[in-house]
């Protein structure tokens, strides 16, 4: 699902014929405000009709049938508009769609390797099942993983080509229905029914984007009507008022039907209500171009109105991995020997953090090929001890969380030295993660693990805060680090060693004093937050568990997604906002042109209103209806791409949208009705 | 037109001065924090009994309740006063229709009047039907206010206040007050306050009258002339006071009685903008942010100035058909120049013009000239500032809260939507149920006028009534019902709507756009009241300083403008351009 053009040529004729299909009165009394404009176009139809059987139907047949053309034009560009946001959504749909048919799956009695499985239909598979996937198969359902580990292809899903690997435990279990797994097994567990898939969600998504309101497009949509509601009243009204004139003056004639419907199809927001509907449409399909799956319309518009973003610092603000960057021995402790037991308790450490350490320790001369790995039995991280080392023979090495070895020393009899933990707090205060090592009940020194932050989120954060958004830095760190990468990376505020209650806690906080929070989750601990969260994003590669309660889920499982998602979500309702306004001043001009060619014939002196010098009566009332129809073509490519969006506060973006779409909207009509009447004469 | 300048700049200051201290009055009177009559409040409250915390049905229902009965009362009393004291004239009772429309009429704070008062009512009318009414519906328009401002504060919570403490509170507090202040300043500059017989007096010059009927002359020589008398003082204050506008006499406050001379012009003019103008300092001062009390007393202020002025400059300018005749219409010492058609010399073009403009501000509707001899520019600007829905300023209470419903929340929407958020105004959202009332609000003024103006134009029994069968006699007609549908009461005077017509079709106008108006807006309170307040960020659209004092204006210009263009091309600009040609 990347960036398509905006006008692809295979999606013109589909969309052309589409615009006229819509021309049924069904679909169009869905737009009170098109619907108007349709009434407009069937009445001077019938004119045209009457017309041309030579009875007067007030004006020439040349000029009602122009009138009613492009009154007719008017309706079709509207439609047209839609149907190629529409096509752009549906040939996402029809992308997944392809993804999701019905394969082969292999459903086991037991979650364990080697039974042997019954082939079954995937359509026929319920929640709980298990399922062997193996090399070449396409996973059946979305579900966990049990069992085993394999690198999939979700490109299918995420257009991301290099493969992702699942495994059963933590936070990259899930596995998504529809994708190819590349080697090895996995067994798998099925969390939903059919029909409820992932897929399933996605695809009734992208379908309904154009049925489904969004609030505040139902009360855009209100204000809409009463706007015209209240245009058709001035219209109705004029009739009348136009018939006592003309009595009273003894000149001229009453106002012709034909041009009542010009001058409420020109009065009538049509420009907004023509692309209205578009606007929905391309602005959840900008989310599916991100790779974000929204559960409603009202989550991505929600998240437009987030104030506070709960960021986790891994991923998001620093890079993953830390990196060991120093050892700090103890004033008895020679930098050597301390290298030396880091070098031998990280042997077997194969995360990032374990990798970075043997580096370091290369530089005081340790190898790991020189070495003699039988002799040695190494202890791996565990939840609980949040130690890892070696024992070598009688000599018994570990390292891990400072507090955790200040722990493992006491309860083994010895002591952790002042110093030692002001080397903690010296390393911590400069945001890194101090790793405490020891040698039997003694401490023997510290490591520096850095966090790097990453380059340009600085700027990020600035941007976000000139918005009015407020960054907090989630975290597991002490507030010593916590509070030493908060000031690196610019971040407002931090929660330290978060817990999952801790960061329920602080979004409550947020929304009791009115704001509105977003957070982005991927593990099963981090489900209830999400479910609290304004606007919830989950990883696609999380837990079934955090996708059931976020709102949306970013396929590409990018922790700085959730910048994104705000933007996306500001930029529809900007672009519905400011084609208002457009819509609205551009009355102004058109009444310029109507006036006084409308009563003409009862007050020439009203000719005096005429400002353009627009050359005749028909003509100034065509060319407004002209220009009418042609600004929803010209806006059509604004209307799917967004109002552009830059980062500033609520009062530059006021006054910047204001004076193009604004004042803007006052001078365009004067200029294009009077380049389209000079045109006519030309004609 | 350099003195107009001067006058409009000591007024506006002296306004706003006296609008601050008076705001921070209001603001406490509402806040519970002045008591200084709870001697009387305590024994109404206990004769009430339900004074708790009431729901937005609950309020509008005791607003209606309240209201009805009111119009039910004067509508009765007004048949009934032949039978009454303190009738020196024995006037007796009006036509059912008169009545009715008179009765909704005060009671909507309209005080439009399709009777000669002198000749119609009684002292006792006047006093307890009329007057009575002119607090209690200003009384009406604070509280509705005031429950609406407490549906911005609010958090969470389902009650919006209790509409009798409010309607005692702001009748005690600040109507009664402020008419005492303004009655005894007008007694001291000659406007009288008795019970005395209407006094013939001898003429100094007979009139000599011919009247042809038919082809017979009748010739009638007048030697005396009635001057009628009664409490107008007490009524003339809280006329003013509460925007009412409906005058003790037929000529309003052009008549000497009512307004003697400049000085009591001026203090007329300031009482009226007094109370719309303080109530936006109040409604900062509750809301917790003074900075957009000032932002909408700014707003009015803009739009008044640049109104006042064009009305001014219009009739200063005069009348160009008297150029031909080589008659010297310019201002100099020795005379009032400008077209003074149906202007008092003892104001000429700048008081007359200055009133004009402060009156149709604010719903207030007295007049010291005659509206209808305006120059049609002239004219154009009562009608147009009527048209803005009664927001520049406005009545009291309903000019608030007509501004803060009609335009800020509009404005707020559309510029809320433009930076990319779910409007908020005050840290409420403006959500559907909210945009629902507004557009209910935005149909109802219009549909009245124009419709109300399209059918009386055709049909003969809208037509009789037309003294100017031309595009002045469409002005007068749009000119009554946007009078009506907002609530002003001014009129042009040269459309006779005394008649069964005129008075069931305006007394329906004014009832539908007073009441239609106010319901709405008390739900808003409600749906207000019960949401979270938001915080504010440099995220949240500001609604005060300069930016949004300009959106402000345009959303209020453009929409007033669009509704009406039409109609007003159709009367008063075709008569300028006529008579400029």
């Given at each position: 699902m990347?960036?398509k053009n905006?006008?692809?040529k295979k999606?013109?004729?589909?969309a052309l014929?589409?615009?006229?299909?819509?021309l049924?009165?069904?679909a169009?009394?869905?737009?009170?405000?098109?619907?108007v404009?349709?009434i407009?176009?069937?009445l001077?139809?019938?004119?045209v009709?009457?017309?041309?059987?030579?009875?007067?139907?007030?004006?020439?047949t040349g000029?009602?049938?122009?009138i009613?053309?492009?009154?007719?034009?008017?309706?079709l560009?509207a439609?047209?508009?839609?149907s190629?946001?529409?096509g752009?959504?549906?040939a996402?749909?029809?992308?997944l769609?392809?993804?999701?048919k019905?394969?082969?799956?292999?459903?086991?009695?037991?979650?364990?390797?080697g039974?042997?499985?019954?082939?079954?239909?995937s359509?026929?598979l319920?929640?709980?099942?298990i399922?062997l996937?193996?090399?070449g198969?396409?996973?059946?359902?979305?579900?966990?993983?049990?069992?085993?580990?394999?690198?999939?292809?979700?490109s299918?899903?995420?257009?991301?080509?290099?493969p992702?690997?699942?495994?059963?435990?933590?936070?990259?279990c899930?596995?998504?229905?529809?994708?190819?797994?590349l080697?090895d097994?996995?067994i798998?567990?099925?969390?939903v029914?059919?029909?409820?898939s992932?897929l399933?969600?996605m695809?009734?998504?992208?379908?309904?984007?154009?049925r489904?309101k969004?609030?505040?497009?139902?009360?855009?949509?209100?204000?809409?009507?009463?706007?015209?509601?209240v245009?058709l009243?001035?219209?109705?009204?004029?009739?009348?008022?136009?018939?006592?004139s003309?009595?009273a003056?003894?000149?001229?004639?009453?106002?012709t039907?034909?041009?009542l419907?010009?001058?409420?199809?020109?009065?009538?927001?049509?420009?907004?209500?023509?692309?209205?509907?578009?606007?929905?449409?391309?602005?959840?399909?900008?989310?599916m171009?991100a790779?974000?799956?929204?559960?409603?319309?009202?989550?991505?518009?929600?998240?437009?109105?987030v104030d506070?973003?709960?960021?986790?610092?891994t991923?998001?603000i620093t890079?993953?991995?830390?990196?060991?960057?120093?050892?700090?021995p103890?004033?008895?402790?020679?930098?050597?020997?301390?290298?030396e037991s880091?070098?031998?308790s990280?042997?077997?450490?194969?995360?990032?953090?374990?990798k970075?350490i043997i580096?370091?320790?290369?530089?005081y001369?340790?190898?790991?090929?020189?070495?003699?790995?039988e002799?040695?039995?190494?202890?791996?991280?565990?939840?609980q001890?949040?130690m890892?080392?070696?024992d070598?023979?009688?000599?018994?090495?570990?390292?891990g969380?400072?507090?955790?070895?200040?722990?493992?020393?006491?309860e083994n009899?010895g002591?952790f030295?002042?110093?030692?933990?002001?080397i903690v707090d010296?390393v911590?205060?400069?945001?890194?993660?101090?790793?405490?090592?020891?040698?039997g009940n003694e401490?023997?020194?510290?490591?520096e693990?850095?966090?790097i932050?990453?380059?340009?989120?600085?700027?990020?954060?600035?941007?976000l805060?000139?918005?009015?958004?407020?960054t907090?830095?989630?975290?597991?760190?002490?507030r010593?680090?916590?509070?030493?990468?908060?000031?690196?990376a610019g971040?407002?505020?931090?929660?330290?060693?978060a817990?999952?209650?801790?960061?329920?806690?602080?979004?409550?906080?947020?929304?009791?004093s009115?704001?509105?929070?977003?957070?982005?989750?991927?593990g099963?601990?981090?489900?209830?937050?999400?479910?609290?969260?304004d606007?919830?994003?989950?990883?696609?590669?999380?837990?079934?568990?955090?996708k059931e309660?976020?709102?949306?889920v970013?396929?590409d499982?990018?922790?700085?997604?959730?910048?994104?998602?705000?933007?996306?979500?500001?930029?529809?309702?900007?672009t519905?906002g400011?084609?208002?306004?457009?819509?609205i001043?551009n009355?102004?001009a058109?009444?310029f042109a109507?006036?006084?060619?409308?009563f003409?014939s009862?007050y020439?002196?009203?000719n005096?209103l005429?400002?353009m010098?627009?050359a005749?009566?028909a003509?100034a009332?065509?060319?407004?209806?002209?220009?009418?129809?042609?600004?929803?073509?010209?806006?059509i490519?604004?209307?799917?791409?967004?109002?552009?969006?830059?980062?500033?506060?609520a009062?530059?973006l006021?006054?910047?949208?204001?004076l193009i779409y604004?004042l803007?909207?006052?001078?365009?009509?004067?200029?294009?009705?009077k380049?389209?009447?000079t045109?006519l004469?030309?004609? | 037109m350099?003195?107009?300048?001067i006058?409009l700049?000591?007024?506006?200051v002296v306004l706003t001065?006296?609008?601050i201290?008076?705001g921070r009055?209001?603001a406490?009177?509402?806040?519970?924090?002045?008591?200084?009559?709870?001697?009387?409040e305590?024994?109404?409250?206990?004769?009430?009994?339900?004074?708790?915390?009431?729901?937005?049905g609950?309020y509008?229902?005791g607003i209606?309740?309240?209201?009805?009965i009111?119009?039910?009362f004067?509508?009765i009393f007004?048949?009934i006063?032949?039978?009454?004291?303190?009738?020196?004239?024995?006037?007796?009772?009006?036509?059912?229709?008169?009545?009715?429309?008179?009765?909704?009429?005060f009671?909507s704070?309209?005080?439009?009047q399709s009777?000669t008062?002198?000749?119609?009512?009684?002292?006792?009318?006047q006093?307890?039907?009329?007057?009575?009414q002119n607090?209690?519906?200003?009384?009406t328009?604070?509280?509705?206010?005031?429950a609406?401002?407490?549906?911005f504060?609010a958090?969470?919570k389902?009650?919006?206040?209790n509409?009798?403490e409010?309607?005692?509170k702001?009748?005690?507090?600040?109507l009664?007050p402020l008419?005492?202040?303004?009655?005894?300043?007008?007694v001291k500059?000659?406007v009288?306050q008795?019970?005395?017989?209407?006094?013939?007096?001898q003429l100094?010059n007979?009139?000599?009258?011919?009247?042809?009927?038919?082809?017979?002359t009748?010739?009638n020589?007048?030697?005396?002339?009635?001057?009628?008398m009664g409490?107008?003082?007490?009524?003339?204050?809280?006329?003013?006071?509460?925007?009412?506008?409906?005058?003790?006499?037929?000529?309003?406050?052009a008549?000497?009685?009512?307004n003697?001379?400049?000085i009591s012009?001026w203090?007329?003019?300031l009482?009226?903008?007094l109370i719309?103008g303080s109530?936006?300092?109040a409604?900062?001062?509750?809301v917790?942010?003074?900075?957009?009390g000032?932002?909408?007393y700014?707003?009015?202020?803009?739009?008044?100035?640049?109104?006042a002025?064009g009305v001014?400059?219009?009739e200063f300018?005069?009348?160009p058909?008297?150029?031909h005749?080589?008659?010297?219409?310019?201002?100099?010492?020795?005379q009032s120049?400008?077209?003074?058609?149906?202007?008092?010399?003892r104001?000429?073009?700048f008081g007359s013009g200055?009133?004009?403009a402060?009156?149709?501000?604010?719903?207030?509707?007295?007049?010291?000239?005659?509206?209808?001899?305006?120059m049609?520019?002239?004219?154009?600007v009562?009608?147009?500032?009527?048209?803005?829905?009664?927001?520049i300023?406005g009545?009291v209470?309903?000019g608030?809260?007509?501004?803060?419903i009609?335009?800020?929340?509009?404005?707020?929407?559309?510029a809320g939507?433009?930076?990319?958020?779910?409007?908020?105004?005050?840290g409420?959202?403006?959500?559907?149920?909210e945009?629902?009332?507004?557009a209910l609000?935005i149909?109802?003024?219009?549909?009245?006028?124009l419709l109300?103006?399209?059918?009386s134009?055709?049909?003969a029994?809208g037509?009789v009534g037309?003294?100017?069968?031309?595009?002045?006699?469409?002005?007068?007609?749009l000119?009554a019902?946007?009078s009506a549908?907002n609530?002003?009461?001014?009129a042009?005077?040269?459309?006779?709507?005394?008649?069964?017509?005129?008075?069931?079709?305006?007394?329906?106008t004014i009832?539908v756009?007073?009441y239609?108006?106010?319901?709405?807006v008390?739900?808003i309170?409600?749906s207000?009241?019960?949401?979270?307040?938001?915080?504010v960020?440099?995220?949240?659209?500001?609604t005060?300083?300069?930016?949004?004092?300009?959106?402000?204006i345009?959303?209020i210009?453009?929409?007033g403008?669009?509704?009406?263009?039409?109609?007003?091309?159709?009367g008063?600009i075709?008569?300028?351009?006529?008579?400029?040609?």
């Open positions: 990347k960036h905006l006008f692809d999606m013109l004729i589909p014929i589409d615009s006229f299909l819509k049924n009165p069904k169009q009394a869905k737009n009170p405000v098109m619907f404009v349709y407009g176009s069937i001077t139809t019938f004119l009709v009457y017309s041309l059987c030579g009875y007067d139907a007030g004006g020439t000029f009602i049938l122009s009613t053309l492009w009154l007719w034009f008017t309706l560009f439609n047209f508009a839609e190629i946001a529409e752009r959504s549906k996402q749909a029809e992308s769609k392809s993804v999701k019905d394969v082969p799956a292999k459903l086991l009695k037991h979650a364990k390797f039974t042997r499985p019954d082939v079954v239909s359509s026929t319920k929640k709980g099942d399922v996937i193996e090399a198969d396409i996973i059946p359902c979305d579900g966990e993983v049990l069992n085993g580990c394999a690198s999939v292809d979700e299918a899903i995420t257009g991301e080509s290099a992702v690997i699942r495994e059963s435990g933590g936070d990259f899930s596995v998504t229905g529809g994708t190819r797994v080697s097994w996995v798998v567990q099925i969390s029914n059919p029909g409820e992932f399933d969600r695809i009734s998504m992208v379908e309904g984007a154009k489904q969004t609030p505040n497009e139902i009360a855009l949509s209100i204000l809409l009507t009463a706007l015209t509601i245009f009243l001035v219209v109705v009204t004029l009739l009348p008022m136009s018939i006592y003309v009595n003056n003894h000149s001229g004639s009453p106002i039907i034909t041009i419907v010009a001058l409420l199809v020109c009065l009538i927001p049509t420009t907004i209500g023509g692309l209205l509907s578009a606007i929905g449409v391309a602005g959840m399909g900008r989310m171009e790779n974000v799956i929204a559960t409603s319309g009202r989550a991505i518009e929600a998240s437009g109105d506070v973003l709960l960021l986790d610092k991923g998001t890079y993953g991995n830390r990196q060991a960057r120093n050892f700090y103890l004033a008895n402790v020679d930098k050597k020997v301390l290298a880091c070098f031998y990280s042997l077997a450490d194969e995360t990032p953090e374990g970075s580096l370091l320790s290369h530089e001369g340790f190898n790991e090929n020189t070495i003699d790995k002799k040695m039995t190494f202890v791996p991280f565990t939840a001890t949040r890892s080392g070696v070598i023979d009688d000599i018994i090495i570990r390292k969380a400072s507090d955790a070895i200040k722990r493992y020393i006491i009899k002591i030295p002042d110093e030692a933990q002001k010296m911590a205060s400069r945001g890194s993660t101090p790793l405490a090592v020891a040698k401490v023997l020194g510290i490591i693990l850095k966090d932050v990453k380059e340009g989120i600085k700027e990020k954060f600035a941007q805060r000139q918005m009015g958004i407020k907090i830095m989630v975290t597991g760190n002490n010593l680090t916590a509070a030493a990468i908060t000031a690196e971040v407002d505020d931090f929660l330290a060693e817990t999952p209650e801790a960061k329920l806690e602080i979004i409550r906080k947020y929304q009791a009115g704001n509105l929070v977003a957070m982005t989750g991927d099963t601990n981090d489900a209830p937050a999400l479910a609290q969260a606007v919830a994003v989950a990883m696609n590669s999380g837990t079934q568990a955090a309660a976020a709102n949306m970013d396929l499982s990018s922790p700085t997604k959730l910048i994104q998602i705000v933007e996306i979500g500001k930029q529809m309702l900007m519905r400011s084609l208002t306004t457009f819509s001043a009355d102004i058109k009444y109507i006036i006084p060619a409308t003409a009862t020439p002196v009203l005096k005429n400002i010098h627009l005749s009566p003509s009332i065509l060319s407004a209806v002209i220009f009418n129809a042609l600004i929803i073509i010209a806006l490519p604004l209307a799917l791409k967004g109002v552009s969006f830059k980062p500033m506060s009062s530059s006021l006054r910047r949208n204001f604004g803007g909207g006052v001078i365009v009509p004067f200029i294009g009705i380049i389209i009447d045109i004469q030309l004609i | 350099i003195i107009a300048y006058d700049v000591v007024f506006l001065f006296l609008s201290v008076l009055y209001i406490l009177v509402f806040n519970g924090r002045v008591s200084y009559l709870s001697f009387i305590r024994p109404l409250y206990k004769l009430i009994g339900n004074t708790g915390e009431m729901k937005w609950q509008a229902k209606m309740l309240f209201n009805i009111g119009i039910v004067v509508f007004q048949l006063q032949g039978a009454l004291p303190l009738n020196p004239q024995h006037l007796g009772a009006t036509t059912l229709d008169l009545a009715l429309n008179t009765a909704i009429s009671v704070n309209t005080n439009w009777y008062p002198e000749t119609t009512l009684s002292y006792l009318t006093m307890l039907a009329l007057a009575v607090f209690l519906s200003a009384a328009g604070v509280a509705v206010l005031i609406l401002i407490r549906g504060v958090v969470e389902g009650t919006i206040g509409v009798w409010d309607l005692v702001s009748t005690l507090y600040i009664l008419s005492l202040i303004l009655g005894f300043a007008l500059l000659g009288p008795n019970f005395n017989n209407y006094q013939d007096v100094i007979p009139q000599v009258v011919s009247v042809t009927v038919d082809g017979k009748t010739t020589r007048f030697t005396t002339q009635t001057i009628p409490p107008v003082a007490s009524q003339e204050a809280i006329k003013m006071i509460g925007t009412n506008g409906g005058g003790f006499f037929n000529a309003n406050s008549h000497p009685y009512e003697p001379n400049a012009n203090l007329e003019m009482a009226i903008l719309p109530l936006c300092f409604f900062g001062r509750m917790g942010d003074k900075r957009q000032y932002t909408l700014a707003v009015m202020t803009i739009v008044f100035i640049i109104l002025i001014m400059l219009a300018n005069g009348n058909a008297f150029y005749l080589s008659i010297d219409g310019v201002m100099n010492l020795l120049g400008g077209n003074m058609e149906g202007k008092e010399v104001f000429g073009v200055l009133f004009a402060v009156t149709t501000a604010a719903s207030c509707g007295a007049v010291n000239a005659m509206h209808d001899s305006l049609p520019l002239g004219g154009l009562p009608l147009f500032l009527m048209q803005l829905s009664e927001v300023y009545g209470g309903s608030l809260y007509g501004m803060l009609f335009f800020a929340v509009l404005s707020v929407f559309i939507l433009m930076i990319g958020r779910t409007p908020e105004y005050l409420k959202k403006i959500e559907s149920f945009m629902k009332m507004v609000v149909l109802v003024v219009p549909l009245l006028v109300g103006t399209a059918i134009v055709v049909i029994p037509l037309m003294s100017n069968p031309s595009a002045h006699g469409l002005s007068e007609v000119y019902f946007t549908a609530n002003n009461g001014s042009f005077a040269g459309l006779n709507a005394n008649t069964p017509y005129y008075n069931l079709m305006l007394g329906f009832f756009g007073r239609g108006v106010i319901i709405p008390l739900a309170a409600g207000l009241a019960s949401k979270k307040r938001l915080n960020t440099s995220g949240t659209m500001p005060h300083g300069l930016l949004f004092i300009g959106i402000l345009g959303v210009i453009i929409v403008a669009l509704t009406y263009v039409p109609a007003l091309a159709l008063p075709v008569e300028h351009l006529i008579l400029f040609k």
